[in-house]
């Protein structure tokens, strides 16, 4: 593997930042005009999961701060899943290690797709599926990583909004209707309790009483990317230096889901022996479902669209 210095660096991801969003196929020379080796320049490999596991790119303790301040910016160029991989990646690419070449070589504007839980259907934030998506090519404890960073974006307030933070990263930038920088008392918090998109707004427009297209929104989930960006580096660190533990709080585990697995867990069963549906998730369950015991009668509004209430 070569050995690149910051400034080599640097002038790869300058040349594949100014790509177009969304582009996502890039020709070998490319590749080739940057200096970086083609073949096995990525080291993920092409062969499912053992290649991957061979393959894995080295991990350097970065600033999360840096990278905080970076993804802030970058939301507003591609969105949440962009904003927090790219601010990851590019900062691993200045570092002058033996694989900053293979960070700088990946498209970054790949992951554009992420933004409103996967081009607008409210699935998982691109948040962390973007912290997922890195972590998953770095030889790090990787289930750890991404069980930490998910459950802190389930059960944490967000987003943070202390002045030392928003004042690393820039923020706010947006405004009211009035033309005031929407603060961190306009902006408000609110716990998703998910790690899906819609469920994360949804909470916190019903907290913060602004609509979804207003640039409070905007300027709300830049922020969150950057606390996200700024938490996986944070996690990343502490897994690098052997340090990696789960605040009780943010407990790996949903123990709101006990009473739902007992019954509700994934088995082997087959039809003489089915019981009840099988369920796989580290997910809270009553996040979007009710105990049994509070299943009640339709809500009043359900003969009425949806769009009624809640429209765009």
Same mark, same amino acid.
């Given at each position: ?34 200096? @970086? ?76 797709? &992420?933004?409103?839980?996967?081009? &607008? ?5 691109? @948040? ?113 230096? &052997? ?70």
């Amino acid at each position: 593997m070569m050995n690149v210095n910051r400034r080599e660096a640097m002038g790869k991801i300058v040349g594949f930042a100014g790509m177009a969003a969304g582009a996502a196929v890039m020709s070998q020379s490319v590749f080739a005009a940057d200096g @970086c080796p083609i073949d096995g320049a990525i080291g993920v490999g092409s062969d499912g999961g053992a290649d991957l596991g061979a393959n894995l790119l080295t991990y350097v303790e970065l600033d999360p701060f840096a990278v905080a301040k970076r993804a802030y910016a970058a939301y507003g160029r591609g969105g949440c899943m962009y904003g927090v991989f790219d601010a990851i990646v590019k900062e691993l690419a200045i570092q002058g290690h033996d694989d900053a070449c293979n960070f700088a070589a990946i498209p970054t504007n790949i992951t554009v797709y &992420g933004g409103g839980g996967v081009k &607008g259907w409210g699935s998982i934030c691109g @948040c962390v599926n973007a912290a997922a998506m890195i972590v998953n090519i770095l030889d790090v404890e990787q289930t750890a990583v991404i069980d930490a960073m998910n459950r802190y974006y389930e059960k944490t307030p967000m987003p943070r909004g202390d002045d030392n933070f928003l004042t690393k990263i820039g923020a706010p930038t947006r405004r009211d209707d009035a033309g005031a920088l929407l603060t961190a008392d306009k902006i408000s918090q609110s716990t998703a309790h998910s790690i899906l998109c819609h469920t994360s707004v949804t909470n916190w427009s019903a907290a913060s009483q602004f609509g979804g297209h207003h640039d409070a929104k905007a300027e709300r989930c830049a922020q969150v990317t950057a606390e996200v960006a700024f938490k996986t580096v944070e996690f990343l660190n502490l897994s690098l230096n &052997g340090e990696l533990t789960i605040d009780p709080e943010l407990e790996r585990y949903a123990k709101n889901n006990d009473e739902c697995v007992s019954c509700h867990t994934g088995t082997t069963r087959e039809p003489g022996a089915y019981i009840g549906s099988d369920v796989n998730s580290k997910m809270e369950c009553q996040t979007c479902h009710a105990p049994h015991d509070e299943i009640g009668a339709i809500p009043h509004h359900a003969e009425e669209s949806c769009s009624t209430c809640h429209p765009k």
